[in-house]
């Protein structure tokens, strides 16, 4: 029977499980990463599902490991924009939230990308606002590497603060329609920024889009990254997976926003998480254990060993012990991918601790160490256990990681949203058509009564 107690409405957006270590190639049912149509099928799944949005992460450069390409990247990446602008026009209602370099764009230009995206689908835009210090990537591009580590949050900063100074340089009622000269629109005024970064005077291209600006996500976990998305995000995608820890990073990051004048509301944190979906539970937590194994091969727990210890550790059996030698400073064996381990000593003794603990292999304690958040079990299961974190204030809801490109959504919005929906936490029809009507965010030039301000 229906819950008919008011509930927290739980957020939900589908990341394309492109090139990663989730994903898994060698199931039959796999298909291209490339092809627009898998692109439609994902979006157009989540769309049917009434999640919020469709994520698409972004690389910049092929990833390399000891000297070689990592072998999940030879497929290729295509360009986000082009992407979700094509999504634009064969979905209605979802969001379309785009992965893009704030260290290595300039601000007019996303300015432009971003607002013509908003325009084109409707007020449908995300912006998923990363940065790098990394000088690998960067030799793709003609500044290079320039940005040191501890810049690229200010640099970030003045981007963001960049792109909505061009946006808000269109008044509120720029564009006019004119029946018998057309639909024209009234000049803006000349724009003027100027910061560390940026010396910015000229003029922006396009009226304000029907967000105003897109919707910011950001995904930083350090603390100047909390700090910057409670200043500057609409959503953070948070790596804070079981509930505990998720509790922690919500209260914390929640507390924030008080002092930048926002409310807890004006920002959702929604974590990554996997599922996995079976008749019983036992079924599901077979499965579960099936895909693990598939994730992580035997070549690929060894590589993110390589990672922690800095050197070639081919020699070693996966389903054997971990090394006995101890690891080396060596940052570049993996290059173009985000290095979590800044003390490998470190980590590698909690690894063996851990390993000894529970009698674990190399592979099967790199299963436990690179698992992310994932729910298990019946659909009925995953439903109360996603609502759980949600109603716990854990999280707002979560970004699901399909581990099967294009059709691994389609269960959970069969089975699983239907349990959600007879919950009462989850919506039965989109009753808004802009991506910030979707997430309960107010227009930022307009009021908490919707009246819009110059």
């Known amino acids: 029977m229906p819950n008919n107690k008011v509930r927290k409405q739980i957020h939900l957006a589908a990341h394309f499980p492109g090139v990663n270590n989730t994903t898994v190639w060698s199931d039959p049912e796999a298909g291209s990463q490339i092809d627009f149509d898998s692109f439609v099928h994902l979006a157009r799944t989540a769309e049917r599902g009434l999640f919020d949005f469709f994520f698409l992460a972004e690389g910049l450069r092929l990833r390399e490991h000891r000297g070689r390409i990592h072998d999940l990247d030879v497929v290729g990446r295509p360009d986000t924009f082009t992407v979700l602008n094509a999504l634009a026009g064969v979905t209605t209602q979802l969001g379309l939230a785009g992965t893009i370099n704030t260290t290595f764009n300039e601000p007019f230009e996303l300015a432009k990308q971003f607002a013509t995206l908003d325009h084109l689908s409707g007020g449908r835009a995300a912006w998923n606002a990363v940065t790098s210090s990394d000088a690998f990537t960067g030799e793709n591009f003609r500044r290079g590497g320039y940005l040191d580590h501890a810049e690229r949050y200010s640099r970030a900063a003045e981007v963001i603060d960049a792109t909505r100074a061009l946006w808000d340089s269109w008044s509120a009622d720029a564009l006019v329609i004119d ?24 003029q922006f291209v396009l009226p304000r889009s029907p967000q105003g600006y897109p919707v910011q996500i950001q995904a930083g976990d350090s603390d100047e990254g909390r700090e910057f998305a409670a200043a500057k995000a609409d959503a953070i995608f948070s790596r804070h997976g079981d509930l505990e820890d998720g509790q922690r990073f919500y209260l914390d990051v929640k507390a924030r926003l008080a002092k930048y004048g926002r409310t807890r509301d004006e920002l959702k944190i929604l974590p990554a998480a996997t599922f996995v979906l079976g008749d019983t539970s036992a079924e599901a937590l077979e499965r579960a254990r099936e895909i693990r194994l598939q994730q992580v091969g035997p070549q690929t727990a060894i590589a993110f060993l390589e990672q922690v210890w800095g050197r070639d550790l081919s020699g070693y059996d996966p389903d054997g012990p971990l090394p006995d030698v101890d690891p080396v400073d060596n940052v570049n064996i993996t290059r173009g991918r985000v290095r979590h381990a800044k003390d490998p000593r470190a980590v590698a003794a909690a690894w063996r601790e851990q390993a000894a603990a529970e009698r674990l292999s190399i592979r099967e304690l790199i299963i436990e160490v690179t698992a992310r958040q994932q729910f298990v079990g019946t659909p009925a299961e995953v439903a109360a256990e996603i609502d759980r974190y949600v109603q716990s204030d854990a999280a707002d809801g979560f970004v699901l990681v399909p581990h099967i490109t294009p059709h691994g959504l389609d269960e959970f919005v069969e089975k699983v949203v239907p349990e959600l929906q007879e919950r009462g936490s989850f919506r039965t029809e989109y009753t808004g058509t802009t991506l910030r009507e979707h997430l309960g965010l107010r227009h930022p030039h307009r009021n908490s009564e919707g009246v819009r301000a110059s």
């Open 179 to 202: 029946r018998e000269r057309g639909v024209f629109a009234r000049p803006a005024p000349s724009v003027r920024f100027t910061s560390e970064q940026f010396d910015i005077e000229g």
